[in-house]
């Protein structure tokens, strides 16, 4: 069964950063495009990156210049660098592929970022 583990998220002072990491058992990364989502609260999950086997990249416009994502494929792991945080960019954030697997997503990871 495939799993995925989002780590790194916690508490921060806007304009600080974090970094997430994704990790996924199986084989889930070897040919797909992975991205991260968000889902804030009272909202729907978006889509905030993307990125595919290749290393081409898609944001959000919203975080486009702040965040950016990557990728090891021998380690099955996807990141998510988060530079200049925003208060609403304070989210749960999950990793899956695009399209999204709708049995596999994991737990998230909660960034919180204070003004």
């Known amino acids: 069964q495939v799993q995925l583990v989002e780590s790194g998220g916690g508490l921060v002072q806007a304009e600080g950063s974090l970094r997430l990491s994704c990790a996924a058992s199986g084989s889930m990364f070897s040919s797909n495009v992975m991205g991260w989502y968000r889902q804030a609260p009272g909202k729907q999950r978006e889509l905030v990156a993307t990125?595919?086997?290749?290393?081409?990249?898609t944001y959000a416009g919203s975080v486009k210049g702040r965040f950016t994502i990557s990728r090891d494929n021998a380690k099955y792991t996807v990141y998510l660098q988060m530079n200049s945080l925003k208060p609403e960019d304070t989210a749960a954030y999950y990793c899956?592929?695009?399209?999204?697997?709708?049995?596999?997503w994991g737990k998230g990871t909660l960034v919180t970022v204070s003004s």
């Open positions: 899956n592929p695009v399209p999204a697997w709708a049995n596999s």
């Open positions: 990125i595919t086997a290749g290393g081409r990249t």
